[in-house]
T-cell receptor, first 116, second 114 residues
Framework: AQKVTQAQTEISVVEKEDVTLDCVYETRDTTYYLFWYKQPPSGELVFLIRRNSFDEQNEISGRYSWNFQKSTSSFNFTITASQVVDSAVYFCALSLYGGATNKLIFGTGTLLAVQP | DAMVIQNPRYQVTQFGKPVTLSCSQTLNHNVMYWYQQKSSQAPKLLFHYYDKDFNNEADTPDNFQSRRPNTSFCFLDIRSPGLGDAAMYLC?????????????FGSGTRLTVV
């Protein structure tokens, strides 16, 4: 069975602080994709990153960075110098590689509140 | 721009009154999905279409049905909405093939049941 766990339900930080959102996944498949999505109060899901299981390189995109470690089945997300606009719910998700359709399995999300 | 469009953005329906939510796409993706997201919860897959092939999740209530008349459109029908069906409904599309390609979400329809 596949599962995504986001142990942090809510995080509150003050603007300009760095914050890391944790994600741990479970799957027996050796090939899969991992995702992070942002969901602001308006409700739409905004795609942030996709990583396949063969690529363990960390990635940096502006203030965002991702640390993928297969050894610990973790795919953590760090926001550097957080801003109020980063306030949202963040979802980590898993998609298996094989087959014609690609169902996303979501974690329960982490609500990030960035205070001015 | 190629995209996934959901209408309406907000829908209010009466308890027990059938309601239909719509989703259209200009991406020409083979696969379309409907997710239900209740307040403070993760999105939960209800069903998906691979072309015209319908695939229901095992725990999706019978109250929920779907139609896909062509590649571009997909509808979610709730036959008799209950208060517990109030949620955000998210449509998504992807191309067929190995996981993770071209997964695109619409902006969602927020359903209120009164």
């Amino acid at each position: 069975a596949q599962k995504v766990t986001q142990a942090q339900t809510e995080i509150s930080v003050v603007e300009k602080e760095d914050v890391t959102l944790d994600c741990v996944y479970e799957t027996r498949d050796t090939t899969y994709y991992l995702f992070w999505y942002k969901q602001p109060p308006s409700g739409e899901l905004v795609f942030l990153i996709r990583r396949n299981s063969f690529d363990e390189q960390n990635e940096i995109s502006g203030r965002y960075s991702w640390n993928f470690q297969k050894s610990t089945s973790s795919f953590n997300f760090t926001i550097t110098a957080s801003q109020v606009v980063d306030s949202a719910v963040y979802f980590c998700a898993l998609s298996l590689y094989g087959g014609a359709t690609n169902k996303l399995i979501f974690g329960t999300g982490t609500l990030l509140a960035v205070q001015p | 721009d190629a995209m996934v469009i959901q209408n309406p953005r907000y829908q209010v329906t009466q308890f027990g009154k059938p309601v239909t939510l719509s989703c259209s796409q200009t991406l020409n993706h083979n696969v379309m999905y409907w997710y239900q997201q209740k307040s403070s919860q993760a999105p939960k897959l209800l069903f998906h279409y691979y072309d015209k092939d319908f695939n229901n999740e095992a725990d999706t209530p019978d109250n929920f049905q779907s139609r896909r008349p062509n590649t571009s459109f997909c509808f979610l029908d709730i036959r008799s909405p209950g208060l517990g069906d109030a949620a955000m409904y998210l449509c998504a599309t992807s191309r067929e093939g190995p996981g993770g390609r071209g997964y695109t979400f619409g902006s969602g329809t927020r359903l209120t049941v009164v």
